[in-house]
């Protein structure tokens, strides 16, 4: 029977940075994708000679752990800072939402509700060191509080609505004042966001291939259990077989992981209270821009809630063309009837939308690729931060990451984050004499 110090599951950002971490501090790693590729939510389509990302991706100036991979990878040249722009729909109308004349001419609010909202804006940043206090505190009811009634009926409901649906009022003030100071990096023009040149798949293979110099892989491989005798992690069955080894780091959504091995019901219970929300993201290509901002705001009207044009943002001779331009809907994969369609059924729902509110013709769509996922990103309720669970329990070698150690926003910089904090978690549990030679 094989035996590792450390068995990684799951092959995304997380689970590849956290193993690599391991590896690099001497320990015999070996990591387990179910899926055919690693990268999880970051993994592209191969589209010609270029890589799109299955779901739109970004980055921020402050993601310092995102940079700092990039510096270790030798990749640093390849990220691109740029203006995004973005609109907000409304009336049936497109408002740009870039420069200080653009949102004085937005109608939606009055002149009073957009000092306040560029001064809420502002001071942001200073306001994270309140999180366990906004935690407790409802999105609606600061906004309320902090800007008025229309500028919550006008602005930011709408925003929720599509975001979270019938979840809105329950969201958090924490994730709503984080995700503003994370968006606050913005000059005269617009707001400034990052993308490599040729895409993330470039950073996710060499992350990968780093990580397969120094640990084993896996792909296609579904984990069936995680073997614990006294409390303690002693083997991993999988459909690869069985793999002895004396910590697992699980970054595994929180129902695979109770499926895998009977948890303490403390730790069984905080998963159990956790909701995620799943996603479904049209990508198309199109001989024409369809309108002229990289972010468009759509409102919960919309099969979808966000317009993302990339080729507005970001457009390289190797696209030759083409124009990029994703849908995305958040919504309840165990409740919603789009998650359940064909991927043509839900492509044409998304046309017939794009054809009624944006006159788009038939004839210029080239393609379109949809993707879905059950487990988007976890829905940030009041009171989260006191549910989410430690990083390890009472069973000594079991360390729980991923999307849940991601607080309050989810993102590539969070996964790369963590993987200090859980590569620590699991040196603490091993005993000198456990380690593989």
């Known amino acids: 029977m094989p035996t590792y110090d450390c068995v990684v599951i799951g092959g995304g950002v997380t689970g590849m940075a956290t193993g690599l971490v391991l590896a690099r501090q001497g320990l015999k790693v070996l990591v ?32 310092k752990a995102l940079l700092a991979t990039l510096d270790d990878l030798k990749l640093s040249h390849v990220m691109e800072w740029k203006k995004g722009t973005s609109g907000f729909y409304y009336n049936g109308h497109i408002f740009p939402l870039n420069s200080a004349f653009e949102i004085l001419r937005f109608p939606a609010l009055g002149i009073w509700d957009k000092v306040r909202l560029a001064i809420g804006t502002r001071t942001a940043k200073s306001q994270l060191s309140r999180i366990s206090e906004l935690d407790r505190i409802s999105a609606q009811q600061w906004i309320l509080s902090q800007y008025g009634e229309r500028v919550w009926r006008n602005f930011f409901r709408p925003l929720l609505l599509a975001k979270f649906g019938s979840e809105f009022s329950s969201i958090s003030a924490a994730w709503l004042i984080n995700r503003i100071a994370l968006r606050s990096d913005r000059e005269q023009s617009g707001e400034i966001l990052g993308y490599p040149h040729h895409g993330f798949e470039l950073i996710m293979r060499r992350l990968s291939e780093e990580l397969q110099t120094q640990a084993q892989v896996q792909t296609g491989v579904s984990v069936e259990r995680i073997i ?44 159990s209270s956790l909701r995620f929300q799943g996603a479904v993201c049209v990508l198309f290509g199109l001989k024409h821009p369809l309108q002229s901002s990289y972010w468009l705001n759509l409102g919960s009207s919309f099969p979808f809630g966000v317009l993302v044009e990339h080729t507005n943002f970001h457009e390289i001779p190797e696209y030759e063309g083409i124009k990029l331009l994703y849908g995305i809907t958040y919504l309840d994969p165990s409740t919603s009837p789009l998650y359940k369609l064909t991927d043509s059924e839900i492509t044409e729902i998304y046309v017939q939308r794009l054809e009624d509110s944006f006159n788009l013709q038939r004839k210029d769509i080239l393609w379109s690729k949809v ?63 456990t380690l593989s030679s």
């Open 32 to 63: 387990l994708e179910k899926e055919r590729q690693l990268s999880g939510l970051v993994a592209s389509y191969k589209i010609g000679s270029v890589s799109i990302e299955r779901f739109y991706h970004h980055c921020f100036r402050s993601d």
């Open 228 to 271: 614990c005798r006294n409390n303690r992690v002693e083997a991993v069955e999988s459909s690869a077989g069985t793999f002895q080894c004396s910590s697992v780091v699980s970054t595994a959504h929180p129902a695979a992981l109770q499926s895998f091995t009977q948890l303490p019901p403390d730790v069984a219970a905080s998963l």
């Open 371 to 433: 993707s879905r996922t059950p487990a988007a990103g976890l829905i940030y309720r009041m009171g989260l931060l006191q549910k989410l669970p430690p990083a390890t329990s009472a069973i000594r070698g079991l360390v729980i990451g991923g999307m849940l150690r991601q607080y309050p926003e989810r993102s590539i910089n969070g996964c790369l984050e963590q993987a200090g904090e859980l590569a620590s978690c699991v040196r603490q549990s091993l005993d000198p004499y």
